[in-house]
């Protein structure tokens, strides 16, 4: 009878266990499923097959995108039959960065697309809502787009296709992102066969973000860079004679327009772009260490953005041929670069070797005013040391005094930068016209990257463009 009893008294617990162990593997089963899909509740209500957004677009109205500046940037008009449209006040200055929310939707209006649907409102301001038969307001999308930055841009950039990036470098805030061409996201719909068919033009494609091309003579940064790390005790001891052109080995490298600088030290190198002395730069350099400063720079890497975006393009490596490893040097040959990747590196530049992650939205608001979410500035990393940020610092601002961007020259606000005249074409000397940088140059509040597709010369259209943003910048903005 004991042994009976201690049988049973045995069993039970080996049920017991096996009670409680699945039960506690339901709990932590339901635990992880409820934290994954608040984790994840974007991207569900995102996804294309989820029913859930349709409900909420038919509850809610969209919200509005906002400027930093309390500018309505996109909003949604009900007319009296309850028939919702789109609007986009300002056309198509804004349509790469705030996008459209129609045809699979881009820009923000796809990034925010969640928020943008939902409605967190006080239950009196939804009750109203209900009172008046109106759909519930969906909350509102601030972003970090100061609206007459981007309009100053828009305009300053002209008719030249290409890209205008501002950004601070302070919190990797972006200020203004415009890219041409550029489409009217008010027609959208109507105009969609024809943007979606041009492949010449491509003026969906956000060229701030999407547009890759020939770096060249601003990827002397990295260049530079390089050579300071390979050098640091004798980068100041370098010296070179320009004959306007550098031959090695049957393969030649010419300066722009065929210029002979004469005597450079490394500085003025830099200053007066030379390509022959960056050229003969870059034959002294260790390929294997350029490609570690390379990968550390995110070049064939990802980047640290939640938007779309192409990846940059630069290899060093010792199979490389002494002409490759010359055009890799002056930001020519196989090299590309987005102009978000090179503003990314001025902005580490000016905020003493740290990298801001770039990022676009800075809170979502109810139609009451209450702050659902806010969006912090993130710390990436250090691309590069503090000292090697003040050399290149340095090295900018003598581009500015006795350089190719001596437009910027005795400004109040005292910008540093670099020019670029990026050939793009194998079979021409045409080029895209370049310029990075940021001012002031011992506080940055603001970096500003350019690029104006065959236009010439960096110095001579780029930094006018430059100069008008900065000069209307610093008329509102005290320089500190």
């Keep these: 009878m004991c042994l009976r009893r201690q049988e049973v008294l045995k069993n039970n617990k080996a049920i017991a266990f096996i009670a409680v162990f699945f039960t506690g593997l339901v709990v932590a089963m339901l635990v992880y499923i409820g934290w994954y899909s608040y984790a994840h509740r974007v991207d569900f209500v995102m996804n294309d097959y989820n029913k859930r957004a349709s409900a909420l677009q038919a509850e809610n109205t969209r919200g509005s995108i906002i400027s930093s500046d309390e500018v309505t940037l996109a909003y949604t008009q009900t007319d009296e039959a309850g028939n919702e449209t789109r609007v986009y006040p300002y056309n198509d200055q804004f349509a790469h960065v705030v996008g459209y929310a129609d045809m699979g939707a881009m820009g923000i209006e796809k990034s925010m697309k969640y928020y943008l649907i939902n409605c967190n409102s006080s239950l009196s301001t939804k009750a109203s809502y209900d009172d008046k038969g109106l759909k519930f307001p969906g909350d509102n999308v601030y972003t970090t787009i100061n609206a007459s930055l981007q309009i100053l841009a828009y305009y300053s950039l002209g008719d030249y296709n290409g890209a205008v990036i501002i950004s601070d470098p302070k919190t990797g805030a972006i200020l203004a992102m415009v890219s041409k061409p550029d489409f009217d996201p008010n027609t959208i719909k109507a105009d969609w066969n024809v943007l979606s068919n041009d492949k010449d033009t491509a003026a969906l494609v956000n060229r701030c973000t999407q ?96 938007f779309p975006y192409s990846q940059s393009i630069a290899t060093a490596s010792t199979s490389l041929s002494d002409q490759d490893k010359m055009q890799l040097s002056i930001g020519q040959g196989a090299t590309s670069v987005s102009p978000l990747h090179m503003n990314m590196i001025t902005m580490a530049i000016a905020n003493d070797g740290v990298l801001m992650k770039p990022y676009l939205v800075s809170s979502v608001k109810t139609a009451d005013g209450k702050t659902v979410e806010e969006f912090s500035p993130e710390t990436y990393g250090q691309l590069m040391t503090a000292d090697e940020a003040a050399i290149l610092t340095d090295m900018m601002q003598q581009v500015v005094v006795s350089g190719t961007a001596k437009g910027l020259k005795d400004s109040t606000y005292n910008a540093v930068g670099k020019t670029g005249s990026a050939e793009y074409s194998t079979f021409s000397t045409d080029s895209h016209a370049w310029f990075t940088g940021f001012a002031p140059k011992d506080d940055p509040q603001i970096c500003v990257t350019i690029i104006m597709e065959k236009a010439g010369s960096g110095g001579h259209m780029a930094v006018p463009v430059a100069k008008r943003i900065f000069d209307e910048y610093f008329k509102v903005n005290s320089v500190q």
């Design 211 to 306: 547009g890759l091309y020939p770096p060249g003579s601003t990827f002397k940064i990295v260049t530079s860079l390089e050579y300071i790390r390979e050098n640091p005790s004798t980068y100041q001891n370098y010296t070179f004679s320009c004959k306007g052109t550098l031959t090695v080995n049957g393969s030649t490298i010419k300066c722009y327009h065929n210029q002979v600088h004469g005597a450079l030290d490394f500085y003025s190198s830099f200053a007066k772009s030379c390509n022959s002395s960056y050229a003969n730069i870059g034959l002294s350099l260790d390929q294997d260490k350029f490609a570690g400063t390379l990968k550390g720079l995110l070049f064939n890497q990802a980047l640290p953005v939640d």
